[in-house]
């Protein structure tokens, strides 16, 4: 007799995705009411510059990032020119976006390898338009330093198909709310909270919680009195309407100067602070 697959059965994660979806619809709705339902329209870059864009954003804010790619496109016309720079002065261009001695030599290596997969009309990623969309996020994964989220934001934001990036805004939110299982990682996060979603909601979906996440649910002192959302929020079932304040920092057991703990804690379901 052959041995049972570990993990959960069939029937539960059919389950999950049900009362995940049951989840989602009522999220949809009340951010949507809230957020003025957005929707994707046309690309707001093409599918390289978004690219290029997405690197720089890395680790750093939207103002940043903006900044540093105005700064590159004006040094540089074209990709090639790109390509050609000295990867140092590169680098000094590109700094006002942060760790531009990573981003720099990333950028060109990615950049040399869309030329070189684009021979007929180089840097031109509008195929990417035609494939299966798990063909064209492995393509994309498949540069040097693009992971599942660089790859969804290319996708969703230059030609509006329904991959998903997982930001930490997003997967605080979904976490918070219980979409995610206990302990579920942000690549994986990717998979699920996608696989759960109809591919007419996966843009409303990301813009919602990430403006959420930046304008009530915050990393620390999230304000649940302005959230719609209380009713269905694990975390505020579970963290916020059981904690008295006063005891909070000794209920979650780390204290401030270790801020990795803390906010691992927060994430996942800890004690908000005081």
Same mark, same amino acid.
């Given at each position: 007799m052959s041995p049972r697959a570990s993990g959960p059965s069939r029937q539960k994660l059919a389950a999950e995705r049900r009362r995940r979806r049951a989840k989602i619809e009522v999220i949809l709705d009340r951010l949507g009411e809230r957020y003025d339902h957005p929707r994707w329209s046309t690309p707001r870059l093409d599918p390289t510059a978004e690219l290029v864009l997405?690197?720089?954003?890395? #680790?750093? !804010?939207?103002? #940043? !990032?903006?900044?540093? $790619?105005? %700064? %590159?496109?004006?040094?540089? &016309?074209? /990709?090639d020119a790109v390509l050609a720079a000295d990867t140092a002065e590169l680098a000094d261009v590109i700094r006002p976006g942060g760790l531009a001695n990573v981003k720099a030599p990333r950028i060109q290596a990615v950049l040399a390898e869309v030329r070189d997969g684009t021979a007929g009309? &180089? $840097?031109?990623? !509008? $195929? %990417?338009?035609?494939?299966?969309? *798990? *063909?064209? =996020?492995? /393509? %994309?994964?498949?540069? &040097? +330093?693009? +992971?599942? =989220?660089?790859a969804a934001i290319v996708l969703l934001f230059a030609f509006g198909r329904p991959a998903l990036p997982v930001d930490t805004h997003v997967f605080r939110v979904a976490t918070r709310l219980g979409l995610l299982p206990p302990k579920t990682d942000v690549v994986r996060s990717h998979g699920i909270l996608e696989g759960s979603l109809e591919p007419d909601e996966v843009y409303a979906f990301h813009v919602e919680l990430i403006r959420h996440g930046r304008e009530v649910c915050h990393a620390q002192r999230p304000a649940c009195e302005l959230c719609p959302l209380t009713d269905i929020c694990t975390y505020y079932r579970e963290v916020v309407s059981r904690a008295p304040r006063p005891s909070v920092r000794r209920a979650i057991g780390a204290e401030p100067t270790d801020p990795e703990a803390w906010r691992e804690k927060l994430l996942h379901g800890a004690l908000p602070p005081e």
């Amino acid at each position: 007799m052959s041995p049972r697959a570990s993990g959960p059965s069939r029937q539960k994660l059919a389950a999950e995705r049900r009362r995940r979806r049951a989840k989602i619809e009522v999220i949809l709705d009340r951010l949507g009411e809230r957020y003025d339902h957005p929707r994707w329209s046309t690309p707001r870059l093409d599918p390289t510059a978004e690219l290029v864009l997405t690197i720089l954003s890395q #680790n750093t !804010s939207d103002t #940043n !990032s903006a900044r540093a $790619f105005d %700064l %590159l496109r004006a040094a540089y &016309p074209t /990709w090639d020119a790109v390509l050609a720079a000295d990867t140092a002065e590169l680098a000094d261009v590109i700094r006002p976006g942060g760790l531009a001695n990573v981003k720099a030599p990333r950028i060109q290596a990615v950049l040399a390898e869309v030329r070189d997969g684009t021979a007929g009309t &180089p $840097f031109d990623l !509008s $195929f %990417l338009a035609a494939l299966p969309l *798990e *063909e064209a =996020k492995a /393509w %994309l994964v498949d540069l &040097p +330093g693009i +992971g599942p =989220k660089t790859a969804a934001i290319v996708l969703l934001f230059a030609f509006g198909r329904p991959a998903l990036p997982v930001d930490t805004h997003v997967f605080r939110v979904a976490t918070r709310l219980g979409l995610l299982p206990p302990k579920t990682d942000v690549v994986r996060s990717h998979g699920i909270l996608e696989g759960s979603l109809e591919p007419d909601e996966v843009y409303a979906f990301h813009v919602e919680l990430i403006r959420h996440g930046r304008e009530v649910c915050h990393a620390q002192r999230p304000a649940c009195e302005l959230c719609p959302l209380t009713d269905i929020c694990t975390y505020y079932r579970e963290v916020v309407s059981r904690a008295p304040r006063p005891s909070v920092r000794r209920a979650i057991g780390a204290e401030p100067t270790d801020p990795e703990a803390w906010r691992e804690k927060l994430l996942h379901g800890a004690l908000p602070p005081e």
